[in-house]
C-alpha cells in the first residue's frame, strides 16, 4: 500500500505518523533529524556527500543500500523532510505500474499548481521487475519525480543499469554495537514516543547484550524490546532472559538468493584459496547453519581442488569428490563432516594455480588456431595413408625407447615449442618438474616454470 506525506524542512509530523502510538516502536522512534541519526556518520555527517545534500536541498535521485534495520527509509523520511517534497511511499511488493501512473499524474497536478516537487520512494525496489523499473526512467529523467529506492542487495545486480546511472548510490553500514545500544537507550528513556512514561528498567550489561544480539539491525532489536515491555509493568527492569525469548533463535544473516551466499562463498574461497582452514570452516558453518545446501561448497572445493591446488596436490580433487559421496550417503548430520574434511585438506594443501592458467593459455591457442591440420605422424593408421606422401613421417611408438620417451611433435608445426604448463615449486608439481626437465634434455618440450622449491 503506498503512503504519501507532505514534508517539509522544521521537523514535525514524521513520514509514517510517528505519533500514533498504535505504531511499532521502531516506526514511532524514527529519527525526524539528521543529526538525531546513529550510525551513518561516513555518509550523513558535516562535510559528507549525502548529509550536506540533504541539508542543501539537492539531493536529486538516490539509491540506498544496506541491511535491515539500518536506517534506509530514516533517510529516505529525512531527504523529503530537508527538501520539501512530498514523499509518496511505494511498496515493490505490493505496488506496481498501475500505482506509479497515479502517482505522476499527481506529481505532474502538484507540480503545475503547487510548485512542489514529489519524492517517490521505492522501499524493496530490487523486488520490481525489469520492466517496472523502466517505467520510473522517464519520469526521473524528466525530473516530474525524484526517487528514493531502498534494497538490501547489490544494486548493480539488482537495479538495472539505465535506472542505476540516474541515481547517485550511497551504502549504509550494519550498525555498531554501541549504535544499537544508544537506539535501545533512547526508546527506554523517549517519553513522548518511546517507553519513557513506564519507567522500565535496563542495566548497561543488558542493554548492551540485546545491542550484540542484533547483528547490527535497530528494527529488530526495538521489535525485542517492545515484545518484552508489554509483559511488565510500569516501573518493572528488563531481564537478559526476557530479551532473550523475545528475540527467539538467533537467525544467521544469511541470504540464499543472491548476496549473502555470494559473499559467503567467496570468503570460503578465498579463506581456502588463501590456506586459512579456521577462516574455511567459520564461513563454511555460518552458511549450513543458515540452511546453505552443503553441495553448494561442494561444488566450489571441487572448483578449488582445480583451480587453486591443481597438480600440487593432485590427490585434493580425489577428496572432495569422496566428501561428496559420503555426504550424499550419510546426509546431513554426519555428512557435514565430509564436508568440513574436504574444506580443511583444500585449505591446507600446497597451493597451484599453474594447471588454471595452463588451460587458460590452452583453451586460447585453440581458439585463434582452429583450423590447423594434426601432424600426419600423429594421425590413426587410415588417416595417415590418405595423408601427402610429404607428410607421412613414421609415428614413434615411445615405448620402443628408452624411460618410454622419443622427441617428435605433437602440437601443429605452427605450435611447435609452444608451452601452456609451467610446473611451480611446491607439492607434487616439484616432482613434476624434474620429470619435464629430464624429458626437456633429451629434446621433448622445453621446461618453463620455477626451481625446485626446498620447501
Partial sequence: MSRTSHSGNAPGTSLFAAANKAEPLAARMRPERLEDVVGQQHLLGAGKPLGDAIRNGTVGSVLLTGPSGTGKTTIASLIGRYTSQTVVVLNAVTDGI?????????????????????????????????SQQDALLPHVESGVISLCGATTEVPAFAVVGALLSRCRVYALRPL????????????????????????????????????????????????????????????????????????????????????????????????????????????????????EDPQIFLRRLAAIATEDIGLADPDALHVVM???????????????RAVAQAAVYCATAPKSNRLYLAWKDARDAAQHTPSLPVPAHLLNSEMHLRADEARRVPYQYPHDFPGAFVAQAYQPDELQGRTYYRPGPFGEEKRIAQRLAWWAERGGPPLEGDPPSTV
Avoid at 497515479?102 to 502538484?110: G, K, Q, W
Avoid at 542493554?207 to 524490546?225: F, I, K, M, P
Avoid at 530479551?243 to 578465498?270: E, I, M, P, T
Fill in 322 to 336: 569422496t566428501a561428496w559421496e559420503a555426504f550424499r550417503r550419510l546426509g546431513p548430520a554426519e555428512g557435514e
Fill in 98 to 130: 498501475p500505482r506509479l501512473r497515479e502517482i505522476v499524474m499527481e506529481a505532474e497536478r502538484r507540480l503545475d499548481h503547487e510548485g512542489r516537487r514529489t519524492l517517490v520512494v521505492v522501499d524493496e525496489i530490487h523486488r520490481w521487475a525489469k
Fill in 176 to 291: 555498531a554495537v554501541d549504535d544499537v545500544a544508544q537506539v535501545i537507550t533512547r526508546a527506554l528513556h523517549d517519553h513522548s514516543k518511546g517507553l519513557g512514561g513506564r519507567g522500565l528498567m535496563a542495566s548497561l550489561e543488558t542493554t548492551h547484550w540485546l545491542a550484540e544480539q542484533c547483528d547490527g539491525d535497530a528494527r529488530r532489536a526495538l521489535g525485542a524490546l517492545e515484545a518484552v515491555a508489554t509483559t511488565l509493568g510500569d516501573g518493572a527492569a528488563i531481564s537478559v532472559d526476557a530479551l532473550s525469548a523475545a528475540l527467539g533463535v538467533r537467525v544467521v544473516a544469511y541470504d540464499r538468493v543472491d548476496v549473502d551466499r555470494n559473499a559467503v562463498l567467496s570468503a570460503f574461497h578465498k579463506s581456502c584459496r588463501g590456506s586459512d582452514p579456521h577462516a574455511a570452516l567459520y564461513w563454511l558453518a555460518r552458511a549450513l547453519l543458515a540452511g
